[in-house]
Every structure is written in C-alpha cells, then in structure tokens.
C-alpha cells in the first residue's frame, strides 16, 4: 500500500502529495514543524509537541488553521490511514501560497501537511559503543537574530553545520554560540555528566528546548540525579564524566569522543545506560493513545 501524506484536510497517495511552487515554505522557508515519534499505538508527548508547533507559530505570527484538538485528531487520522503503529510524525504548517514577494500577508491560508513513516535510526551497534562528534565552525543562530526556540522550516544554519561534520567524516556535531559557549548539536540536544550532576545548556544560549531534553531532565530527578542547565564551554564536556544527545530520533545515544577527546572511560556510562532504559520505558507510557 502506498504511503498516504495529509494536506489541508486530505489523505493523498505520497507520489501526488504535492504543494505549490509559490508556497512560501519552499520559497523562505517560511514555516514550522515538528518531529513526533510513536511507539506501538501511543504518540510520545503528542501535547508537549503540539504546544511547542503552537508557540513557534505564535511567534513567527502564523496562524494555524486547525485547534490543538483538530491537529490532535489529524494526526491520529494519517497514522490510522497508513496504518502504522510504530512510526516518526513529520508535522509542517508553512506560511502557504503567496507571491514572489517576502510579505506574509500575501499568504491568505497555511498549509498543513502530516507525513508519517518509518524511522531510520543510528545504527545499533552505536547505541552500544557510542557515538563519535566533533564542534564545527558554523556558529548557532543568535537568539536576538534567528531564536533556534523556534523550530522553523529554515534550517540552513544547522545544515551548515551537519555539511561540515559528514565532511570530516562524523554524524553529528556540537554548535557553539558566537561566544564560544556548548549550545547543541545539529539535530540533537547535549548533556553531560560531572560528579554524579546531570547538565545541559540553557535554551536562552541558543538551542531548541527539546521535547526528550525535558523528558530525560524528568527522569533524572525522580531517579535522584541533580540536574542543572549551565553554561558550559568545550572544556566543560571533554572533561565530562558521561556525555549523551537527546532528540526524537536518536532518543538518547551515548557519545563516547569529543574532538578527539575521550569521554570518561571511552565507553557509554553509567547513568546514561540508566537514563536510556527508563526513557524506553517512558515511551511505553506517557503519550496520546490510539487504535487502528
Ligand atoms: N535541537 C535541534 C536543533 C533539533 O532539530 C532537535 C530535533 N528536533 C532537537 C534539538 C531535539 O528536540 P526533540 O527532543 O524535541 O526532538
């Protein structure tokens, strides 16, 4: 069976799901998204994700055609279309269709597409070893220029930064912020472990506040680990004891050398082995539900 793709209100096959040239999603990169994971009949944080699209809409001044409700149900139709129990949700509402103009206002109605499909994860055996990275020179958006809070469709800037690390021959990369401080990675937000503390830098330095950051920040205090959001520097994380990413792909994968630095005992760490078992047991229970 072919894929079927929502947009505005309609199941297509994916190879007539199609948009219009002069969407300004295409032509700016005008818009918001979401990734939003499944697992076996259950959106993992559906609200929390539904929340985050609202806000970055809000601020960007992009009304959403659809309540939080509506887009609830919308989303829950496209997997029972496709009948799909595991899957990743890719949620985008772009400005819509205007001119050749910049000028929002041109853009009479947002669009709203929901794909859904199956996940390409890192391979296992890096969830076993961990995973290697590096900091490349594209510094993050300035807060004060372009917020990564908001998660919009221009993704240039972490492109950027995700060309430079392939082409050194990594998956992934950590960003700094213009100075110098640890802000995330190109899809991923970091942590770090330093005597027994759990710590991540805070979203105002310039990073998304990640839907499994917060999850994983959760599950640490009730397992009685300190959390703390801190501005760190590269010095700060080749010293660490523990070092992972966050996001709603990777889930939490452990990384093992930092530019040539290895990471505590080169090996994933103790808390982290923990907080990635009690983040799958999550995903097991905090979400929306449904049935096909
Ligand atoms: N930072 C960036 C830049 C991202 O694109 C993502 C993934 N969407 C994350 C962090 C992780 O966020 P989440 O846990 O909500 O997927």
Redesign the pocket.
């Known amino acids: 069976m072919e894929l079927k793709v929502y947009i505005d209100g309609n199941l297509h096959p994916k190879s007539e799901a199609k948009v219009s040239v002069f969407d300004h999603g295409l032509l700016y990169g005008d818009g918001v998204f979401e ?1 939003i994971r499944c697992y076996n009949g259950l959106v993992f944080r559906l609200n929390e ?1 539904l929340d ?1 699209l609202y806000e970055s809409a809000h601020t960007i001044m992009l009304a959403i055609p659809l309540s939080k409700k509506e887009m609830t149900q919308a989303v829950l139709q496209t997997l029972k279309a496709n009948q799909l129990k595991n899957a990743y949700i890719r949620l985008v509402v772009t400005r819509g269709v205007g001119d050749l103009g910049l000028d929002p206002r041109k853009c009479k109605k947002a669009t709203v597409i929901i794909i859904t499909d199956n996940i390409v994860l890192y391979p296992e055996t890096l969830y076993r070893n961990g995973l290697e990275i590096i900091t490349v020179p594209t510094v993050r958006n300035l807060p004060e220029a372009l917020n ?1 809070q908001i ?1 919009s469709l221009n ?1 240039l800037n ?1 492109i950027m930064a995700k060309i430079e690390a392939t082409s050194a021959g990594y998956q992934e990369a950590i960003m700094l912020n213009f100075q110098g401080y640890v802000t ?6 970091i942590f770090l472990i330093k005597e027994g503390v759990l710590i991540t830098p805070p979203a105002y330095l310039g ?7 917060d999850a994983i920040m959760e599950l640490a205090l009730k397992q009685g680990v300190r959390c703390e959001e801190k501005v760190i520097t590269r010095h700060e994380v080749f010293n660490a004891e523990e070092v992972f990413l ?4 990777a889930e939490i994968i452990p990384v093992v050398k930092v530019d040539g630095r290895k990471i505590g005992q080169g090996k994933p760490g103790r808390l982290t082995l923990q907080l990635m078992k009690a983040f799958h047991k999550l995903t097991k229970e905090d979400g929306v539900r449904y049935s096909l």
């Open positions: 990734g994700h985050r990564p998660k993704y972490n995330e990675c190109t899809g991923d937000n990073a998304l506040k990640g839907i499994t950051r966050t996001g709603t792909a």
